[in-house]
């Protein structure tokens, strides 16, 4: 199981770190051992807009100085932008909630840049899919939106409880376990608070965990679930 600690840059510097530089970050991070780094424009993600063109710059910065590989996310749902984070040097761009509802656009980008360069984000709240950033709750489950994207050959998906995002009450370990159960590679996010959060992860056989603020606010150490997540 791999551990994806996050890099949020809002307004032109990392949100919820002491350090703004979020090249630093990524190279501590690397430090400590992390194989991945998790980059969300969080101007894009809940669209807003103020400092997106700084955020760019600090994308472009992160994505051609990170000594190890970097997942990209953060409302993506425009071919040209989806293309241009990976050929800036993004190992993974995950596709946004609002673009996951449109198949043949989602087949069409599996089919240019290849599954293993992509992951579908389903961000959900109470059993619903909610795109991050829109105040839209659409009439169509996690697991409903999930089986129309295995059928257009989507491998990873990043799953979200957006009301648990941010606020370190736990991840939705089920809900993710379920959507795995399908075949997928699924990667948790929204809410870790503690290595135990970690642990049941691992223990569901999850593909990867997202963790942000836990980390910044010191409640473990990178190394701490790192460790975690090898026992």
Request: charge should be neutral; hydrophobic fraction near 45%.
């Amino acid at each position: 199981m791999d551990l994806y600690p996050a890099i949020d840059v809002q307004g032109g510097r990392v949100a919820r770190s002491s350090d703004c530089d979020p090249v630093a970050v990524a190279h501590q991070y690397a430090r400590d051992g992390a194989r991945w780094i998790h980059f969300v424009d969080l101007d894009r993600a809940l669209g807003g807009g103020g400092g997106r063109g700084e955020n760019r710059a600090l994308a472009r910065r992160v994505l051609a100085e990170s000594p190890i590989p970097v997942q990209v996310g953060g409302g993506f749902t425009a071919e040209t932008d989806i293309a241009e984070a990976l050929t800036q040097g993004a190992r993974r761009v995950i596709i946004g909630s609002a673009a996951a509802m449109d198949g043949p656009l989602v087949a069409r980008l599996i089919a240019r840049h290849g599954a293993d360069r992509l992951a579908v984000g389903i961000d959900a709240r109470d059993g619903r899919v909610a795109p991050r950033g829109s105040a839209t709750v659409l009439d169509v489950s996690p697991l409903e939106l999930a089986k129309q994207l295995l059928a257009a050959g989507v491998r990873t998906i990043v799953y979200t409880d957006a009301a648990r995002d941010g606020a370190l009450a736990g991840a939705d370990v089920p809900g993710a376990r379920a959507i795995a159960a399908l075949g997928f590679d699924v990667i948790v996010s929204g809410g870790v608070a503690s290595l135990d959060d970690l642990r049941r992860a691992r223990d569901a056989r999850l593909a990867g965990a997202i963790v942000g603020r836990a980390l910044h606010e010191g409640r473990f150490t990178l190394r701490e679930a790192l460790a975690c997540l090898a026992g």
